[in-house]
C-alpha cells in the first residue's frame, strides 16, 4: 500500500505565495503521473496540475502562469509552488499518484487527505 502524505497548507492573503508538498511512502514499486487537485464543498473535485515521470506538466488554465509543480523521483515527492494567490484558490488540495506497489501488482490510484488552502485578507 502507499500512503502519500501532504504539508504547506495555510492562511494566506490575496496576491501571496504557499508552497505544497506531498511525500510517498510505502509499499512502492513505482510511481507514474502525480499531480494536485481541489476541492471546495459542495463541488467537484477539480484537477490543478499534473506531472509525470520525465517532468513533463500540465496545469488547469485557473492556475497556468501563477503555479508551478515540480517532482523529486528520489524521494517520491511533488510539489506545488502557488504564486499570486486569489480567494478562488481557496480549497482543500489533495495530492495523487498512480502507480504499483509492486512488479506483479495492478495499477492503482492513490489519495493524499488534503491540506486546506484559504485565500483572504
Known amino acids: 500500500q502507499v500512503q502519500l502524505v501532504e504539508s504547506g497548507g495555510g492562511l494566506v492573503q490575496p496576491g501571496g505565495s504557499l508552497r505544497l508538498s506531498c511525500a510517498a511512502s510505502g509499499s512502492i514499486f513505482r510511481l507514474d503521473d502525480m499531480g494536485w487537485y481541489r476541492q471546495n464543498p459542495g463541488e467537484q473535485r477539480e484537477l490543478v496540475a499534473v506531472?509525470?515521470?520525465?517532468?513533463?506538466?500540465n496545469y488547469a488554465d485557473s492556475v497556468r502562469g501563477r503555479f508551478t509543480i515540480s517532482r523529486d523521483n528520489a524521494k517520491n515527492s511533488i510539489y506545488l509552488q502557488m504564486r499570486s494567490l486569489i480567494p478562488e484558490d481557496t480549497a482543500v488540495y489533495y495530492c495523487?499518484?498512480?502507480?504499483?506497489?509492486?512488479?506483479?501488482?495492478?495499477?492503482?490510484?492513490?489519495w493524499g487527505h488534503g491540506t486546506q488552502v484559504t485565500v483572504s485578507s
Open positions: 506531472i509525470n515521470r520525465d517532468g513533463i506538466t
Open positions: 495523487n499518484a498512480e502507480g504499483r506497489s509492486g512488479y506483479y501488482a495492478s495499477p492503482m490510484r492513490y
